[in-house]
């Protein structure tokens, strides 16, 4: 790692301009694989984005055309920014569109401390140099410029960072969570977020974080019931009626993740954008090719510093072009249903780490939490390949 760089992360914040990003030695949509050996357009998560500027420079004719694009058209016309006690309209919100931005989760103190915890991060992230001259080692299966906290993890989950464990109960977001789930017997799966660094000029693709099978089992059923939903069955077989089945699809996500906010979300540094009523589609989203200009352009331009985005992890969603100075950073924590989760899944949460909590978050944690003395694999490692993740994770065994 060259003096320059080291210099360029010494100061990197996540809610100021930085001089972090805008390497043109990373070609437009090239990725590595699991040992950083590079290739352009890879099928799957990493596809490229074909309508992208060509140089991945902040002076390039194209990134300035696509700069003033975004500053006249992106953003949600009429974006719905609820206050965290409009419980009631969050929850409709939330269910009728698969998401719902809520303002002022954090305060002060827990904002600084969050933006502290995704700097910290994020600096080992990219403390791994490139190859051939690049800044910055690319994740692996992502596009340049784009990572996620969670997959970088040797562990998958940023659930042993204190930062990231104080977050998952708070008295702005708990409520909402209880009113989701129709219960407070929900999960904490795990904790992560992603961001992007200025000059991460591609889009990506629309894509869902899980596929539903749609089971309605008893639990969900239970949950169903919770929430107020009557079970109507079809008078000629004895069945759950379709439309019944389609509430309950749209109202039981298995999986609903709050994303944090770190700075403003501007037309410039690469919001997330989410196509709304997608949560319970059976169908693919568009590929990059196909996608249609106003989901490309369905942006959360407007939500602010502190607040939070409340995504059902099924819905269409995707980042978009990072053409300024500032790091775009999205914390979160992954919350379960009830009947979405149990005692195989993976202990990712230090036992020390879980004694800090709350009662509720302990609770939360009850089958993410290892045994007292044993320190999870790979919790602490940092890496943008998978190769380097399994390296230390398979040194802890």
């Known amino acids: 790692m060259t003096t320059s760089i ?7 914040t996540v809610y100021r301009e930085t001089s972090v990003g805008w390497d043109e030695r990373s070609l437009t949509n090239e990725t590595v694989n699991e040992d950083g050996d590079y290739f352009i357009d890879r099928p799957g998560f990493a596809a490229g984005d074909p309508r992208s500027p060509k140089r991945r420079n902040y002076e390039d004719p194209e990134v300035k055309d696509l700069r ?11 974006l719905e920014i609820c206050s965290p006690d409009e419980i009631d309209r969050a929850r409709r919100i939330f269910f009728r569109d698969g998401f ?3 303002r002022d989760l954090l305060d002060s103190e827990q904002l600084e401390r969050f933006r502290e915890g995704c700097a910290r991060v994020l600096k080992e992230i990219l403390s791994v140099p ?10 692996t299966n992502r596009l340049p410029h784009r990572y996620s906290y969670g997959t970088s993890s040797a562990s ?24 989701i789930f129709g219960s407070s017997d929900y999960l904490v799966g795990g904790a992560g977020g992603d961001l992007c660094l200025p000059g991460a000029i591609e889009y990506q693709r629309l894509h869902s974080d899980l596929a539903d099978s749609l089971k309605l089992t008893e639990g969900r059923l239970a949950q169903a019931e919770a929430l107020g939903i009557e079970l109507r069955k079809d008078e ?40 709304p009523g997608t949560h319970a589609s059976q169908q693919n989203p568009p590929t990059p090719k196909e996608e ?11 939500a602010s510093a502190g607040a939070g985005v409340f995504r059902d992890n099924r819905a269409w969603h995707g980042a978009t072009p990072n053409v300024g100075h500032e ?23 230090p036992h020390e780490v879980w004694e800090t909590l709350s009662a509720h978050a302990q609770h939360l944690c009850r089958h993410v939490k290892a045994e007292p003395g044993v320190w999870p694999a790979g919790a602490g490692v940092m890496h943008p390949l998978a190769a380097g993740r399994a390296r230390a994770k398979q040194s802890a065994k």
């Open 6 to 12: 080291i210099d360029e992360l010494k100061t990197m």
């Open 68 to 78: 003033d694009y975004l500053q006249e058209h992106t953003g949600i016309k009429g």
């Open 100 to 102: 719902v931005v809520v």
């Open 130 to 139: 490139g190859k051939a001259g690049r800044k910055y080692m690319t994740e």
């Open 156 to 179: 998958r989950q940023l659930l042993h960072d204190s930062v990231w464990a104080s977050m998952i109960d708070l008295p702005t977001t708990t409520p909402l969570l209880k009113a």
């Open 236 to 275: 000629d077989t004895g069945e759950l009626d379709l439309p019944t089945r389609r509430l309950i699809a749209e109202h039981t996500p298995p999986v609903v993740t709050i994303n944090f906010v770190m700075s403003d979300l501007t037309w410039e540094n690469g919001p997330i954008r989410q196509i």
């Open 292 to 302: 249609p200009e106003w989901m490309r352009l369905s942006t959360l331009v407007g």
């Open 327 to 349: 790091v775009r950073a999205l914390p979160n924590v992954e919350y379960l249903a009830p009947w979405s989760g149990g005692p195989d899944m993976a202990k990712t949460m």
